[in-house]
């Protein structure tokens, strides 16, 4: 939702809390794609 909500404004205030989870699932997911890769030997 926060993603949808800042396509539309010109300026978007995110609190800490939220900011820090999207900082979290970033990290979450590259280091997910970072293993499916090292597992077929593409990275």
Do not use: G, N, P, W
Not at 20 to 25: A, L
Not at 27 to 40: A, D, G, M, P, W
């Amino acid at each position: 939702m926060m993603r949808e909500e800042s396509d539309y404004s010109d300026f978007f205030v995110v609190s800490e809390e939220d900011a820090k989870k999207q900082y979290e699932t970033a990290e979450y997911i590259l280091e997910t794609v970072k293993v499916y890769l090292s597992e077929r030997d593409i990275l």
